[in-house]
Every structure is written in structure tokens, then in C-alpha cells.
Nanobody, 124 residues
Framework: QVQLVESGGGLVQAGGSLRLSCAASVRTFSPYAMGWFRQSPGKEREFVASITWRDGNTDYAYFVKGRFTISRDNAKNTVYLQMNSLKPEDTGVYTC?????????????????WGKGTLVTVSS
């Protein structure tokens, strides 16, 4: 099982930026895709963005399009989430995930590895 470690969370004012990182602990890492999810207070975990590991194809939730950018560094086994124009409603625990193979969903925990998350707090 892959260990994923997030970093880069913290406290930022509305309109500010943060860059999250998620590093995989294994030497050989080749998932089908990596994703970022978040869980805000009182809400269920929701999809934020994803990127395919080989081709770099990206997908975003509508509420972050144009503000957040997901990217990856295959040599470093790391995925990033650049978050700009942050809003108080972006506050939450951001967790990265690795989907092992094509054709599975993020809900299939047999095929998805999860990190422990990093807290992002956006003050108004």
C-alpha cells in the first residue's frame, strides 16, 4: 500500500494563495490518476481536482475552476494543488488520493490509497 503525505496547508486570508503537495513514499509509483478532495466543517468529503499520472489530463470541480491548478512531478512522485483567490468556503481538510487503475471510482477503497490530509483555513 502506498503512503501519501500531504503538506502545505495553513491559515491564509481570503484572496490569498496556498500550494499543497502530496508525496508518495514508494520508489516506484505509477497510479492511473491522483486526486485532491476536501472536507469542510459539517459537510461530506467532495472532489476538488484530479490528474492522470501518465498523460496529465486534468479535471476540476466547478467551484474551483479558474482558481485551482493541479499538477504532478512524476520524477518526485508528487502531486500539487495550487490554490489562488481563496475564499472562506474553501476552508477544510484537503486530502490526496491515488487511484491505482483505470476504470475504478474514487469511492472504491480497494483501489484507492488516501493520505491523512492537511488543514486549510481561509479567513474573511
Amino acid at each position: 500500500q502506498v503512503q501519501l503525505v500531504e503538506s502545505g496547508g495553513g491559515l491564509v486570508q481570503a484572496g490569498g494563495s496556498l500550494r499543497l503537495s502530496c508525496a508518495a513514499s514508494v520508489r516506484t509509483f505509477s497510479p492511473y490518476a491522483m486526486g485532491w478532495f476536501r472536507q469542510s466543517p459539517g459537510k461530506e468529503r467532495e472532489f476538488v481536482a484530479s490528474i492522470t499520472w501518465r498523460d496529465g489530463n486534468t479535471d476540476y470541480a466547478y467551484f474551483v475552476k479558474g482558481r485551482f491548478t493541479i499538477s504532478r512531478d512524476n520524477a518526485k512522485n508528487t502531486v500539487y494543488l495550487q490554490m489562488n483567490s481563496l475564499k472562506p468556503e474553501d476552508t477544510g481538510v484537503y486530502t490526496c488520493a491515488a487511484k491505482r487503475i483505470y476504470g475504478t471510482t474514487w469511492a472504491d477503497n480497494r483501489m484507492v490509497d488516501w493520505g491523512k490530509g492537511t488543514l486549510v483555513t481561509v479567513s474573511s
